[in-house]
């Protein structure tokens, strides 16, 4: 039986899923299949650093959370299209002793919008946070059908840099730096920064901002009600959280991996599990 050795780069992730939700496909699936936490505040290294040991340990592949999914980008042998034009990545694949990025962020937030709030108006969106995660999920609402796309992050330099980049794929009149402020009119939300995370508790925004007729999608998944839900809940928003993404991009990240299907519909099952609660909730 073929086994694998994956690890997960990143810091605060002691919470992470990703061990449990891999591991147990795997099972399904009748692999032989370890995963560990390579925290990078415990380790005290930078990405650069985690990433050589981790090629050199024989691991089979990693996937890159916060900080690292723009910063291990030019340590890499190699990206992938989609990774290329992200300039982000969350997978790598050790093949041969090259490391190549991918990126399965962004298909796997589109795939969780559209099950999990199908039939919202897309027409102008706000994305907050321009980071590794932002920029996916900046090209999955664009790549969806969103017209106008305002991007708003609290380091102006990288907002401007994932506008321009969103620019130059989608079109001029697609993506605009935008503040807060432009929520107010917006159709939709979302949230791409570690702001609500365990480590990071507290709201990304004014919740005064918030309005009833206004969608909430959130990227963070621990925990699965995060304050800028819970704020958008009680406003009468309807609301995503950041479960369905990690399931599905997760899912996409095993097959790179394994070269075997893993079961989508099973690991939102298992996510489900682990979590008592729906991988999806609108």
Known sequence: MRSYL?????????????PALHEREADRLGLRYVYRLLDLDVLGLPPRDVLNAARTAGFDG????????????PHLDELDPEAAALGAVNTVCFENGRAIGHNTDATGFA???TLGLPDVAMEDVVLLGAGGAGAAVGHA?????????GVHDV??????????????????????????????????????????MVAHPGLPIDDSLLREDLWVADIVYR???????????ARGCRVLHGGGMVVLQAA???????????????????????????AHAA
Not at 6 to 18: E, W
Not at 223 to 233: H, V
């Open 155 to 196: 380091d102006p330099a990288r907002s401007a840099q994932l506008v321009a980049a969103l620019q130059r794929r989608f079109g001029a009149d697609r993506a605009v730096r935008c503040t807060p402020d432009a929520i107010r009119t917006a159709d939709g939300l979302v949230h791409a920064t570690p702001t609500g």
């Open 223 to 233: 925990p699965l009600e995060t304050a800028l839900l819970a704020a958008a809940r």
């Open 111 to 113: 795939r969780s919008l």
């Open 252 to 278: 996409e990240s095993m097959r790179l991996f394994t070269g075997v299907e893993p079961d989508a519909d099973r690991m939102l099952a298992h996510f489900a599990e682990l979590e008592g609660e729906p």
């Open 62 to 73: 990693l996937n890159v959370t916060h900080p690292a999914k723009q910063a291990i980008t």
């Open 141 to 149: 609402l664009l790549s969806l059908g969103t017209a106008r796309l």
């Open 6 to 18: 994956i690890g997960l780069i990143g810091t605060g992730i002691g919470p992470s899923l990703s």
